[in-house]
């Protein structure tokens, strides 16, 4: 499978506990990207890694969220003390440059009870 | 970064010719268009990709008029499976992220 990989796909937590995804992006592309969607809305850009920089951070990406990418190779977004309102999809990407267009995972589904 | 609008929903029948307009008044010269298809509980597909006049695929073409401030994806006749919401991006290779509107919702009806 050549695809990029999220795991897990559905995770339930309660609230004030920490959580982490992972994300496998096709093994050549050098861009990796984070996106949280909540139902009926377009996927809100969380943040940005080239190689294993992190080049771009949303807003929306409190400091309660932190994202990593060790090595350009895989990534991680932890969320800690989760809150009812981070319950959504959250949906990684890669690309090899943004011209060539993104690939994305299937997500992981969050829901904070 | 260039906005884009595009229409919130759209109907269409099966077997219909489907054409979603995305306007980017603020459209840069190195700016590519990039298109996205959707379904419920999966991440974006990408479709389609162009920079100017006319682009094609086994999915769908995308036009994109001379001053390239909007472009048109162009769905051949639809079915059922092209159910879906549809999203117009605008950007180029040094962008540091990729910014989705609402899209547009596409229902194809029997």
């Known amino acids: 499978d050549t695809g990029v990989s999220q795991d897990p796909r559905h995770k339930i937590t309660k609230r004030g506990q920490n959580v982490t995804f992972r994300c496998d992006p096709i093994?050549?592309?050098?861009?990796l990207y984070w996106y949280r969607q909540t139902l009926g809305q377009g996927p809100e850009f969380l943040t940005y890694?080239?190689?294993?920089?992190?080049?771009?951070k949303s807003r929306l990406l409190s400091d309660r969220f932190s994202a990593e990418r060790p090595k350009g190779s895989f990534s991680t977004l932890e969320i800690q003390r989760t809150e009812q309102g981070d319950s959504a999809m959250y949906l990684c990407?890669?690309?090899?440059?943004?011209?060539?267009?993104?690939?994305f995972g299937q997500g992981t589904r969050l829901t904070v009870v | 970064l260039a906005k884009t609008t595009q229409p919130i929903s759209m109907d269409s029948y099966e077997g219909q010719e489907v054409n979603i307009t995305c306007s980017h008044n603020?459209?840069?010269?190195?700016?590519?268009i990039t298109w996205y298809q959707q379904f419920p509980s999966q991440g974006p597909r990408f479709i389609i990709q162009?920079?100017?006049t006319k682009v094609t695929n086994e999915v769908a073409s995308l036009f994109i008029p001379a001053d390239r401030k909007s472009s048109t994806l162009s769905l051949p006749r639809v079915s059922l499976s092209d159910t879906a919401v549809y999203y117009c991006?605008?950007?180029?290779?040094?962008?540091?992220?990729?910014?989705f509107g609402a899209g547009t919702r596409l229902t194809v009806k029997p």
């Open positions: 990407a890669s690309s090899q440059g943004q011209v060539n267009g993104a690939f």
């Open positions: 093994s050549e592309h050098n861009r």
């Open positions: 890694f080239q190689n294993e920089a992190q080049l771009e």
């Open positions: 603020n459209i840069a010269t190195n700016d590519y």
């Open positions: 162009g920079y100017k």
């Open positions: 991006l605008v950007g180029d290779d040094n962008n540091n992220d990729m910014r």
